[in-house]
């Protein structure tokens, strides 16, 4: 049914469609009102002799979900779905409804698929070999924070070495009989 077909009681369905989707089912509580798209001029206003051809209609409803009332207006007349923008999906068709949630959730699946995670992995991989042609001084960086980096990690190890050194000549001078001072 379209929105212009619309009576009092009809059911729609708005799903607003955003970071976190939800739908909302109201009833109409009076009937559509049809008016013209944009105002008509009035005569003595600027170009209120030139009037465009057939001008385009309209329908503003009021819907009731729970306890609010909530106006949607300008909504086509011979449609029974309408994206209105800023994530808003109104219709009064649940099957048209059950098939924009359907295609909004499929375009979030198909956002987080593995291949298309890994295709935007190697466009930033490569975006940024890119970065290091174009702007040597990136190079110079990344060639020093890994040259810090292996630094860290050889010191480590040296810590690690005389750590086990003190132990291991602590363990041969027991051995041998010689006092030895526990630090």
Do not use: W
Not at 112 to 132: G, L, P, T, Y
Not at 140 to 153: A, D, M, P, V
């Amino acid at each position: 049914m379209a929105f212009q077909n619309l009576r009092t009681g009809s059911t729609v369905y708005i799903f607003h469609k955003d970071n976190s989707p939800k739908l909302e089912i109201g009833q109409v509580i009076a009937e559509p009102k049809i008016r013209q798209k944009y105002p008509i001029p009035t005569p003595g206003q600027p170009y209120a002799g030139f009037m465009p051809q057939q001008q385009e209609q309209v329908v503003d409803l009021s819907i009731k979900i729970g306890d609010k009332v909530q106006p949607i207006e300008g909504l086509t007349p011979s449609t029974d779905i309408q994206d209105c923008g800023n994530g808003l999906f109104v219709s009064c068709n649940r099957d048209a409804v059950n098939a924009e949630v359907a295609a909004y959730m499929h375009n979030s699946e198909v956002a987080i698929a593995d291949d298309v995670i890994n295709a935007h992995r190697q466009i930033i991989e490569s975006c940024k070999n890119i970065m290091v042609v174009l702007n040597p001084e990136i190079a110079e960086r990344q060639r020093l924070e890994k040259e810090n980096s292996e630094l860290k990690t050889q010191l480590k190890e040296l810590y690690k070495s005389q750590s086990e050194m003190k132990g291991m000549m602590a363990s041969l001078l027991e051995q041998l009989g010689s006092p030895v001072k526990k630090s």
